[in-house]
């Protein structure tokens, strides 16, 4: 028993310095952020769907009682994700802040109390905890399903731009520490959702792999490929004795470079089209 708790403690620890790391990496977003003093382009719900996660896993753990790593890693989640959400609101635009607020009406104040209300008066403790995991476990899920945008993006553009490569690996680490902490503790809420995140870790790294060094191609619009011909078409409709006389009327003349040349081609052109209208 003292070697099963003390492997889960492990995991536990791995679990809470790799999500510590992850929840640091969108410090260079913030970053620049602060140095372009706006923060439009970017957007608000990933940091307060965070919020809203961290809040609820640890109520859940609180309610477990012996699962205090979840409360640690959280607890610092929660902090971290309510500064990121400060900065993104005092930096962005009047609409950005309009709609960082409802979200996080709906989520952080709404949806929290709709859930801790209607669980924590629950006479059976076990069943708020079942009731409570099962919430915790659905939208944890839903979390993980997210990345789906991301990998549709990659294989759709052919770039792995919007997809670090090192980010990729810590949550797949964090995937996996976090799936043996649950399984030890024989707790399917937390073991459950982190196999889904480990099979989207892999699916990143594979896209990784192999669109990391695809050539870009550039996707020519139809209508400029259409008018592009049709410019050719034109040239090729006119004389060669025509492209030959405007060359001629422009081009100096490399045996006089004073430009005497090209006023004397200029002026044959000129006496020979009045030749030809007399």
Known sequence: ???????????????????FL???????????????????????????VSLFSAMLWIYYALLKKDAMLLITINTFCVFIQTFYI??????????????????????????????????????????????LGYICMGFALCVFVAPLGILRKVIKTKSVEYMPFTLSVFLTLGAVMWFFY????????????????????????????????????????????LSAQQVVVDVVKLGSTTVCLEVNAVGPNPNNGDGS????????????DASNKV
């Not at 993104?88 to 109390?113: D, H, Q, S």
């Not at 889904?196 to 192999?210: K, T, V």
């Not at 040349?261 to 020979?272: F, L, V």
Request: avoid cysteine.
């Open 182 to 225: 649950g399984l030890l503790l024989k707790d399917i809420n937390i073991a459950v959702p982190n196999v889904l995140g480990f099979i989207f870790g892999i699916l990143q790294m594979i896209l990784y792999a192999i669109y990391k060094n695809y050539s870009k191609k550039m996707v020519e619009d139809p209508k400029l490929q």
């Open 86 to 131: 400060v900065v993104y609101f005092y930096y962005g635009p009047k609409k950005e802040k309009l709609v960082t607020m409802k979200l996080i009406l709906l989520f952080n104040v709404f949806g929290f109390g709709v859930i801790f209300f209607s669980t924590f008066f629950l006479k059976n403790p076990l069943i708020r905890l079942q009731i």
């Open 1 to 19: 028993m003292a070697l099963h708790v003390s492997w889960a403690f492990v995991f536990g620890i791995l679990g809470n310095v790799v999500s």
């Open 22 to 48: 992850v929840s640091l990496a969108p410090l260079p977003t913030f970053y620049q952020i602060y140095k372009k003093r706006t923060s439009e382009g970017y957007q608000s719900i990933p940091y307060v």
């Open 261 to 272: 040349g090209e006023a004397q081609s200029i002026k044959t052109n000129n006496t020979t």
